[in-house]
């Protein structure tokens, strides 16, 4: 079984890059780890490694989101790449089944698969007060949903 090969990931950031050229900068950890020896996919690989989700909104517009078990935190379906995955999309749609329970049938990637068109984020970057105050008050609506793992908002 294979994971996402090095020329799939530099492929996936040369699109990324080519519609955004100025997040080279931002996104210079991730070029070193390509550049690097280890798997930059591994969970083993430290600081850092790849990981994938997926943004999932219905016919009314909402957004899927599932609360993270280890932070409470409400984000995309989402996790590490694991053997079998092939491409950064496989595993993506595989966290996608696995955390949400939506069988493939009604997943359908938009289009063939296309880079974010927003801005990288490093782990390293401080989160505003906004944002933790956000991210506490989805804590506590994920705490009053608790009879279900994932929630639309």
């Known amino acids: 079984m294979r994971r996402p090969s090095r020329d799939h990931l530099y492929s996936t950031v040369g699109e990324y890059l080519a519609r955004h050229p100025g997040e080279r900068d931002t996104l210079s950890g991730l070029l070193t780890a390509l550049a690097g020896e280890e798997d930059p996919t591994s969970r083993a690989s430290l600081p850092g490694h790849i990981t994938c989700s997926g943004v999932v909104i219905d016919a009314d517009g909402r957004v899927l ?43 359908q990637p938009y289009g063939s698969w296309t880079p974010t068109a927003g801005p990288a984020r490093r782990r390293s970057d401080s989160p505003s007060a906004e944002r ?22």
Do not use: F, M
């Open 65 to 107: 989101h599932i609360e993270h078990k280890a932070s409470g935190l409400l984000l995309s379906p989402g996790g590490h790449v694991e053997t079998g995955d092939e491409t950064l999309l496989a595993a993506a749609l595989r966290e996608l089944a696995e955390q949400t329970g939506i069988p493939p049938s009604p997943r």
């Open 132 to 153: 933790l105050a956000e991210n506490r008050r989805a804590r506590n609506t994920a705490r009053r949903r608790r009879r279900r793992s994932w929630s639309w908002s």
